[in-house]
């Protein structure tokens, strides 16, 4: 069984993540502006599917080795502490230098099965595979059994919130294509607001128990 106090966090977490401007989201947000809103749509849920299949892929590796070993979570969990920390580092610095090569959106000719192309593309990502392998085993908690189950079950949580930020893009895409691409300060607010979580979230971890 998940804590209830760490699931809390989870989703408080999960949710800032979500809404943070990432490639997954900037991807989607250039399909609808090329092919409009039935292309965003496919491919969100084509993320969506890449993203179940890291998590997936995660959980059954992964399960095995946290449920039977102390010291493998004990690893996991700091070196995914100490990977969030990182990832947060890099997020604030690239905000304050704007260095967001990213928001970069073509309105021009664009590949054909968007639906397909969504889950390649980010299923074939391996800096989401590497995400999740830090940030999911934070939250699982090894004593009350059920590893699998409970990595199954956060990740799910967590792609969903990223598809339904996803979906709302799609919906409102002209607008918010526009703000990217014009504002500044939003994207840097934005992505120092997400390195901090991501910072306090690892620190949070590399102090707390490690069960």
């Known amino acids: 069984m998940i804590d209830p106090h760490r699931f809390s966090l989870f989703l408080a977490a999960a949710t800032l993540l979500a809404i943070a401007p990432g490639p997954g989201m900037l991807y989607v947000l250039a399909r609808t502006l090329a092919g ?17 299949a890291h998590v997936l892929a995660a959980a ?15 690893v996991v969990k700091y070196a995914g502490a100490a990977y969030l920390i990182y990832l947060g580092v890099r997020m ?3 905000a304050r230098g704007d260095q967001d090569a990213d928001i970069q959106m073509s309105t021009g000719r664009v590949p ?6 969504g889950i390649a593309t980010e299923a074939l990502n ?23 189950w409970q990595f199954l ?30 504002s ?18 690892g620190a949070f971890v590399a102090v707390s128990d490690s069960r």
């Open 153 to 182: 079950l956060l990740g799910t949580i967590s792609v969903a919130l990223n598809t339904s930020c996803d979906l709302i893009v799609t919906f409102v895409a002209a607008p918010i294509g526009a703000r990217l691409k014009s």
């Open 184 to 201: 500044a300060v939003w994207r840097r607010r934005q992505r120092t607001a997400t390195g901090l979580t991501l910072i306090g979230l």
């Open 126 to 148: 391996p800096k989401t595979a590497i995400f999740f392998l830090a940030f999911i085993p934070q939250f699982v908690n090894r004593v009350s059994g059920g590893v699998f």
């Open 92 to 94: 604030i610095i690239s």
């Open 36 to 52: 409009g809103r039935r292309e965003g749509v496919l491919s969100s849920l084509g993320t969506f599917l890449g993203g179940l």
């Open 60 to 74: 059954t590796g992964l399960s095995i080795v946290l449920a039977t070993s102390a010291t493998a979570f004990a």
């Open 112 to 117: 054909r099965n968007p639906f397909w192309q």
